[in-house]
């Protein structure tokens, strides 16, 4: 098992910045290595939609809303992901969820799970 624990997130302006951190352990005895990490949200009323996640090479995919104003990265060493927000408008308003793919052997074999962090609030004001 893997969990994922973010922090950061808050009320900001519109123009203004945050930043998220996640960082992934396993419990008691897991063995597990992180492949793609990153972030999604979800604003009120709407689906949850992808953010931005990064694989272990560096290779990232942010969707077009938020290219030039969020930076996604990555230390592979200590399974954290930062998501940089800049330049936030209100529409990205939401619930943002840390999201890890994670490489698991136990029962003897390997397992390919995703899990999800708690949720933290991004509110932007006009």
């Known amino acids: 098992q893997v969990q994922l624990v973010e922090s950061g997130g808050g009320l900001v302006q519109a123009g203004g910045s945050l930043r998220l951190s996640c960082v992934a352990s396993g419990t008691s005895g897991s063995d597990f290595r992180i492949n793609v990490m990153g972030w999604y949200r979800q604003a009120p009323g709407k689906e949850r939609e992808l953010v931005a996640t990064m694989t272990t090479s560096g290779r990232s995919n942010p969707v077009d809303s938020v290219k030039g104003r969020f930076i996604i990265s990555r230390d592979n060493d200590k399974n954290t992901a930062t998501l940089q927000m800049n330049s936030l408008k209100p529409e990205d308003t939401a619930v943002y969820y840390c999201?890890?793919?994670?490489?698991?052997?136990?029962?003897?074999?390997?397992?390919?799970?995703?899990?999800w962090g708690q949720g933290t609030q991004v509110t932007v004001s006009s």
């Open positions: 999201y890890a793919s994670a490489g698991e052997y136990y029962s003897g074999n390997y397992h390919l799970n995703d899990y």
